[in-house]
């Protein structure tokens, strides 16, 4: 919306024909309409603001669940390292 916006301006402003200048500055205007309308419908608004918390909510879990597996794979790999130790224990006092 912002680039053609950019582009109609830039062309209002470089052509010197009448009718291609007025033809561009009705397309801003209507972009400016259309940004307007976007901005300001509160059920466009409300949506994107849910659809934002939710992207957050699903970011949270997935960031949550990748800690827990890992810390979930350090305990394992702690509780091998106390197994073997004792292993290794069991097999000095034999000797």
Do not use: H, P
């Not at 801003?28 to 419908?41: E, G, I, P, R, W």
């Amino acid at each position: 919306m912002n680039a053609i916006l950019r582009e109609a301006w830039n062309t209002s402003q470089q052509t010197e024909d009448k009718r291609e200048k007025i033809q561009a500055l009705s397309l801003a205007k209507q972009c400016y309409s259309m940004k307007l309308d976007l901005f300001t419908n509160a059920t466009v608004v409300d949506d994107a603001i849910r659809f934002v918390k939710q992207k957050s909510k699903d970011n949270e879990k997935v960031k949550s669940s990748s800690n827990n597996s890992n810390e979930a794979g350090k305990e394992s790999n702690e509780s091998y390292g106390s197994e073997d130790q004792l292993g290794e224990e069991e097999e000095q006092q034999e000797k």
